[in-house]
């Protein structure tokens, strides 16, 4: 029988905000939820054998949300368990109303990839209350010490990648030759972004400072360069504007460093179309989508990083296990684990401004022309059909 939990007077407070959006609405129609007009707190942890997953990703806009959903689904039902998957569209007040849905349906364990990993507070705290473990999956969320794991891949080795890139490819350390270089970051909610950001500028730091880099736009700040919810069409539009602004005629820009591909993508359209030089630009990306992949092989994209989103969504799915089963895991984890790729163990770098987050990191991939059939279509990620279209394999 389900047990009702008291709602002290803390939760209740940090609640509010999320009981005055959904009070008096329907949760979620979906034949998997069922409508739930009252409030109350339910503990559903009982007896009946069934174990649910609760999986909230942020958006089906990013092609890589929708590989990460599928492999975390197939992944935990292989594994006996129930999964309810949601994308919240990049709405803050419908993840949370998601999350809801699946603590009051039962759910045993959270996996959840944030909107904006600093809103959420409201409803970890009831996820507290219920007892459901949450695992913060590649944003990490913040200002909570509700969160009990975090996985992802080593987010600031992945602006370093791309920053290592252009200084090889722009020859910094073997000409004396200025270049100009502009930036294009990421989503300012998203923390990850910070993460990307602040590898990248840490390491093209001393070729800023010495003069061998120089923005031209003078735009350098995380919130200068952001990108609302890595919109394609907000990069091409800010890249335009300062294509017009300060490459007029034959001003020459060598590279624009992208923090992911969908702000690749914008970039390389803007260059295409507002670029008046003929020099060729070297623009970085990350998570090597089809599109990117295309533009890697043709050219108009030097590089991507890659993240193998199948072995994030294999250490998540095997850490929510452990979870359930009422472990604690550690470093041994890992060893214990026995996958056939790198992870590390980390419990000083992701602090959420809370806690710091324990947490399982990836190693990401840096991907160019040159080792792209290697990394990408050898090891079976990516295939061409007979046509000789790409498309995603894995």
């Known amino acids: 029988m389900k047990k009702v939990i008291p709602v002290i007077l803390l939760i209740a407070l940090l609640a509010t905000c999320v009981f005055v959006s959904v009070k008096n609405k329907n949760y979620n129609t979906d034949e998997e939820f069922t409508q739930r007009p009252e409030l109350a707190v339910v503990d559903n942890h009982s007896d009946d054998g069934r174990i649910i997953v609760g999986i909230s990703m942020p958006d089906r806009l990013l092609e890589r949300w929708n590989h990460d959903g599928t492999y975390l689904r197939a992944q935990f039902e292989k594994n006996g368990c129930e999964v309810f998957l949601r994308y919240a569209n990049n709405l803050i007040d419908t993840q949370m109303n998601d999350i809801l849905t699946m603590i009051d349906n039962g759910a045993d364990l959270l996996v959840i990839a944030a909107v904006d990993g600093a809103a959420i507070t409201p409803v970890l705290e009831i996820a507290r209350s219920s007892n459901v473990p949450v695992i913060a999956y590649d944003r990490l969320i913040m200002d909570t010490d509700v969160v009990n794991y975090y996985v992802s891949f080593d987010n600031y080795k992945v602006g370093v990648l ?8 722009l020859r910094l350390n073997h000409s004396a030759r200025t270049r100009n270089i502009e930036f294009v970051t990421g989503d300012p909610v998203d923390n990850n972004a910070r993460y990307f950001y602040n590898g990248a500028m840490d390491t093209l730091r001393p070729y800023l400072e010495n003069g061998k880099l120089k923005v031209l736009s003078g735009q350098t700040s995380f919130y200068e360069t952001s990108t609302s919810q890595w919109s394609t069409d907000l990069s091409q539009q800010r890249l335009q504007i300062i294509l017009n602004s ?36 070297y623009v970085t990306g990350q ?24 072995q994030e969504s294999v250490v998540t799915v095997a850490l929510g296990l452990s979870l359930l089963e009422g472990n604690t ?10 996958w056939a790729f790198n992870c590390s163990y980390n419990t000083t770098d992701y602090f959420n401004g809370t806690k710091i987050v ?6 990401p991939i840096p991907i160019t022309s040159k080792n792209i059939e290697k990394e990408l279509f050898d090891n079976g990620y990516y295939r061409r059909n007979s046509a000789g279209l790409i498309y995603s394999a894995k």
């Not at 791309?162 to 490819?169: F, K, R, S, T, V």
């Not at 590279?255 to 295409?272: F, I, P, Q, Y």
């Not at 998570?287 to 590089?303: E, T, W």
């Not at 324990?358 to 190693?363: A, D, G, I, N």
Request: proline share 2%; glycine share 6%; charged share 20%.
């Open 162 to 169: 791309q920053a290592e890139y252009l200084i090889d490819a």
């Open 287 to 310: 998570d090597c989508d089809v599109a990117n992949v295309y533009n890697i092989i043709d050219g108009s994209q030097g590089m991507s990083v890659f993240k193998a989103l199948q």
């Open 358 to 363: 324990t947490s399982y990191l990836l190693e």
């Open 329 to 338: 895991p550690g470093e041994d984890f890992i060893s214990q684990s026995n």
């Open 246 to 281: 300060y490459y007029p005629n034959n001003a020459r820009l060598d590279a624009v460093l992208c923090a992911n591909d969908s702000t690749a993508l914008g970039a390389v359209r803007a260059l295409e179309s507002d670029y008046n030089g003929s020099n060729t630009v």
